[in-house]
């Protein structure tokens, strides 16, 4: 893996996470000589003893007291002089007081992440660090130390005070950091690194804890997952679609380019590719049988008899067609699995306009952290070649450090990831209940004797985690809880934003492994049920396919002549048919599935198999057989 160079202006976020993921970096020369200028030019301004904000004066509320030229304290009596220099003391004072995070340490990717974003920005050379600070952090990043950062303790404004800090205090050889998985402090890391710590000089101590790298790097981590999630959502939504046999005109192109939502549009792209190739979606209605149950006597063959379930249809009588003569002229007069509708259920139907809304929501989301990856977020900021009168024209104190922008794009994330594991959860519950599942067996198991559960509980747990979703997606927001006495009255809240959308992502994706899982069982019987009839019609004539049809004449009624013409055309027709089968990209995903979890003829223990489905979404697996199929 080749190294990625940084140079404060390109950083995407594909990039991030290689870093994240183990790649290296480069620091780019022409960015280290702004480097240096902008140390060099505050260090000047200190000789000059120029008042300026966190380098001569304290931090926050101590904002109003200037430093001097050495501490006050050494003068008391009996004192032993320091001989350290405030200015220096303050750097390191502010670390090692703000690296006071709590909870489980974040993982490695994002800790990377956070370095990786940290280091990118001070390479526009508005911050102050020295070049050598600079490089021994990026040194520490390609060396794999991984600072322990616990994941609870910044408000998102002054940025990631807290998180930063405890990378920070890895670097002057305090705190712990992990080294090939194993815990230790931070000087042992070092060491065992070959590295030294850092003594911190002007403004280097607020230049590496001051911005809005842990949300960014957890927000960036998210979106990752997200493009993929989304993709695995629409590959879930088309197996469900190829299982009820559903109707593709909902998403013609015609249709959305009379509301053209990127997302939605693209949704609607992405879902007709899914199912090109399919001849389950679309189907003449009266083409689908219904299921029910196996019977000794429910098939003619061995090779027959050896399915899991029976098949039929229903006749609609002469008597009851009055007024729709002409309908049964086109539809045969035969009720199966599927109603004769022109329309499928919101949760099938309106999969553009969901899914496409989330797409939207993620497409906002990138924008905004595209442009924080190569933004200068710390404070105050440093303009060595302004000209100007008087430092404050050169040194300007702002508010960059501010994270809203990026805690209401995660707030949006926060509303849209519920919003796609629910209709997820529809479509998984609408294929278990078989009063909605057009004619597949209740929780898409026989059930012969009563004694079986299939997948019913598959979507208790969906739903368990659906509602879980729903009661963390609040915005974090719009709670701002003000901070050092006030001096930082309005803050962010966005590293908890974009770490609620992180550890939503993973569960998210949950959800979807339990649609595919359960869709990819509602396909085998869809399929194997609708092919049953077409090979029993290719075998046997009307008399024997009529056994499959209830509510015909009796032999001797005067319309039976008429059933049995109406029968043999329902049995041409399905002769005539080649063997059904859902679209190429559906039926990739599908025989992946297949690959590691077989077909549930009869109950059993299923914990192993739900979290197989799940492991597939994680690892993307299920999704790169789709797009391998897809080409």
């Not at 899991?308 to 229903?314: A, K, M």
């Not at 993620?362 to 105050?380: C, G, H």
């Not at 949950?510 to 194997?528: C, F, H, I, S």
């Amino acid at each position: 893996m080749h190294p990625i160079l940084l140079d404060g202006y390109s950083l995407s976020r594909a990039q991030l996470a290689a870093v994240a993921h183990g790649a290296t970096v480069e620091l780019d020369a022409g960015a280290l000589r702004n480097v240096a200028r902008a140390a060099d030019f505050l260090a000047a301004q200190v000789e000059k003893q120029e008042p300026i904000y966190g380098v001569s004066t304290g931090f926050g509320s101590n904002a109003d007291k200037l430093l001097g030229a050495h501490p006050l304290r050494d003068e008391l009596p009996g004192a032993k002089p320091s001989g350290q220099s405030p200015h220096i003391e303050l750097q390191r004072n502010l670390i090692v007081t703000h690296a006071v995070c709590v909870g489980e340490p974040f993982a490695p990717d994002v800790v990377r992440a956070m370095l990786c974003i940290r280091i990118n920005t001070l390479l526009r050379g508005h911050s102050g660090i020295r070049v050598q600070t600079l490089q021994a952090l990026a040194d520490m990043l390609n060396a794999g130390i991984v600072p322990v950062v616990p994941q609870l303790g910044s408000v998102g404004a002054s940025g990631d005070l807290a998180p930063l800090s405890h990378l920070a205090i890895v670097l002057l050889g305090g705190g712990e950091a992990f080294v090939n998985g194993q815990r230790m402090s931070g000087a042992d890391a070092l060491a065992r690194k070959g590295l030294k710590p850092v003594e911190l000089s002007y403004k280097e101590g607020l230049a590496l804890n001051n911005g809005t790298a842990q949300m960014l790097a957890t927000g960036v981590l998210a979106v990752q997952q997200l493009e993929d999630l989304l993709d695995t959502a629409d590959l879930a939504a088309a197996m469900t679609i190829d299982a009820f046999a559903g109707r593709l005109g909902a998403f013609a192109p015609e249709v959305h380019a009379l509301r053209p939502h990127p997302g939605q549009v693209k949704t609607a792209t992405n879902l007709l590719r899914l199912l090109q190739g399919s001849t389950l979606s679309d189907i003449a209605y009266h083409l689908v049988p219904k299921f029910r149950q196996w019977l000794p006597t429910s098939w003619d063959t061995p090779a027959a008899q050896a399915l899991s379930f029976d098949i039929g249809w229903d006749w609609v009588p002469l008597t009851q067609r009055h007024g729709r003569e002409k309908f049964y002229q086109r539809f045969l007069p035969f009720r199966g699995g599927k109603k004769h509708q022109p329309q499928d259920s919101y949760s099938l139907r309106c999969i553009p306009q969901v899914h496409g809304a989330v797409r939207d929501a993620l497409e906002q989301a990138k924008r905004v952290l595209d442009i924080e990856l190569n933004a200068v977020t710390d404070n105050p900021l440093v303009f060595p070649d302004a000209q100007a009168e008087h430092v404050e024209q050169q040194v300007i104190s702002a508010g960059h450090f501010h994270g809203m922008p990026l805690a209401l794009a995660m707030s949006y994330l926060k509303a849209a990831i519920p919003v796609l594991a629910s209709i997820s959860e529809r479509r998984l519950n609408k294929l278990v209940d078989p009063a909605t599942n057009d004619g597949l067996p209740a929780f898409l198991i026989g059930n012969e004797d009563g004694t079986e559960s299939g997948h019913m509980i598959v979507q208790y747990t969906a739903a368990a985690i659906v509602n879980d979703l729903a009661s963390r997606a609040m915005p974090a927001s719009v709670y701002s809880v003000p901070t050092s006495a006030n001096a930082e009255d309005h803050v962010s809240m966005g590293a908890n934003e974009a770490r609620h959308v992180l550890a939503m992502a993973y569960d998210l994706g949950k959800v979807l492994g339990l649609e595919l899982y359960t869709a990819a069982q509602a396909l085998d019987l869809r399929r194997d049920m609708i092919n049953a009839a077409r090979d029993l019609a290719g075998r046997a004539d009307a008399e024997a396919f009529a056994s499959k049809v209830q509510g015909g004449p009796l032999p001797d009624a005067a319309d039976r002549a008429a059933f049995l013409a109406e029968v043999d055309a329902l049995r041409a027709q399905l002769a005539d048919a080649d063997e059904f089968r859902p679209g190429r990209a559906v039926a990739a995903a599908h025989a992946a599935i297949r690959a590691r979890i077989p077909f549930l003829d009869r109950d059993r223990a299923l914990d192993g198999e739900v979290a197989t489905a799940v492991r597939m979404v994680a690892d993307g697996s299920v999704l790169a057989a789709a797009r391998a199929a897809l080409g």
